[in-house]
């Protein structure tokens, strides 16, 4: 079944018209407008140059792509995020996963659909969902080509198409250029005039979005809940560590993550702009 290409703006009106305090795992979090301290934050960072690299899929010896986990367990059964590199002409063969997830592409061009559709080569900053059971194939061009994987359980494994089967979902596939960013206008979540953002998913209190930090800002990203997984799709980010200050130059493919409210201090001194996917189980603020 050919994928479908959607818009994320109606998602992004409901969200932005959400109240601002949310419940989360059987407690009410306030949303908060600035916060001035964090007593001992939890604040994380993992550079790309960090990442430990392995077969993704073991069984097919040189021909895997290469898989680097950022955060979580990809061979365990809990939720995880991890990066896919592919070779330049790499195509793999019709397969399917026991587990939906979904992507965004952070370098290269990213084709993902039924093996019949036409090759839709997607660019840096697209998403796209794979649901399991359904049989697909991956394929990738460009000196370096690298997206980011998530599931909300493992573990993630690679199984023959004669194994596919319908679960009821669909696949979705947004392209960079259909991306619909909201401004401060828009979301209640922004109040740095400059920032914009765009929300992609939502499943229960968990939701994924996309934030865009142009040239020159500086400011705070606050997150409000105890599940927050950040990775750099596109540019360059400076962030300062909460405890001694120490810069940290994250680039794509880079993290930052905490797992409890926190303050994250970041800005963009680059002339390209930052686009930032998060996943969190609460509202952000960006002021």
Not at 218 to 227: A, Q, R
Request: net charge positive; charged share 20%; hydrophobic share 35%.
């Amino acid at each position: 079944m050919k994928k479908i290409t959607i818009c994320a703006l109606l998602i992004g009106i409901i969200y932005s018209c959400e109240n601002p305090t949310k419940q989360t795992e059987g407690k009410k979090i306030q949303v908060s407008q600035s916060i001035d301290k964090i007593v001992n934050p939890t604040n994380k960072v993992i550079l790309s140059s960090e990442i430990i690299w392995e077969k993704l899929n073991p069984a097919r010896g040189n021909q895997s792509p290469q898989a680097g986990t950022i955060w979580g367990d990809r061979k365990g059964t809990v939720a995880t995020g991890f990066l896919a590199k592919f070779v330049d002409g790499f195509s793999s063969p019709p397969h399917i996963h026991n587990v939906t997830y979904r992507a965004v592409v952070i370098k290269g061009l990213i084709h993902n659909d039924d093996e019949n559709a036409k090759h839709m080569w997607m660019q840096p900053g697209s998403f796209w969902t794979q649901p399991k059971g359904e049989s697909h194939i991956t394929a990738a061009k460009g000196e370096e080509n690298i997206a980011y994987v998530e599931i909300d359980h493992g573990p993630y494994l690679v199984k023959p198409k004669s194994e596919a089967f319908d679960n009821g979902e669909r696949p979705v596939n947004i392209d960079a250029s259909n991306i619909v960013w909201l401004d401060e206008n828009k979301s209640n979540w922004i109040k740095n005039k400059n920032a914009n953002i765009s929300f992609l998913w939502k499943n229960k209190n968990l939701q994924g979005l996309f934030v865009k930090l142009p040239k020159g800002f500086k400011g705070n990203l606050v997150n409000n809940g105890t599940t927050f997984h950040a990775v750099i799709i596109q540019g360059n980010l400076t962030y300062t560590m909460p405890v001694d200050g120490e810069i940290k130059q994250l680039d794509a493919g880079s993290y930052f993550s905490t797992t409890d409210k926190a303050i994250h201090t970041i800005s963009n001194d680059t002339e390209q702009a930052v686009v930032i996917y998060i996943r969190t189980d609460n509202s952000i603020n960006i002021n």
